[in-house]
């Protein structure tokens, strides 16, 4: 993998990342502050099954 993929994929994620505020800011900030009422664990195992099902997407879809 060169230099080049990585900030492509970076550059990737920021537009994925960007396209429920701009399509639904209201909607966005509800979610937010739903996320704020969570506790440290909860919050601690979603992030690790988002972790391990991008792990197991990389891994299924590299060459």
Do not use: K, Y
């Not at 990585?6 to 960007?18: D, K, Q, R, T, Y």
């Amino acid at each position: 993998m060169d230099s080049n993929t990585l900030w492509l994929a970076l550059a990737l994620v920021l537009v994925i990342e960007g396209l429920f505020p701009f399509a639904s800011p209201s909607g966005w900030r509800r979610m937010f502050a739903q996320l704020m009422q969570m506790t440290d664990s909860q919050i601690r195992l979603f992030a690790l099954a988002s972790i391990l099902c991008g792990l197991v997407l990389i891994w299924g879809l590299a060459p």
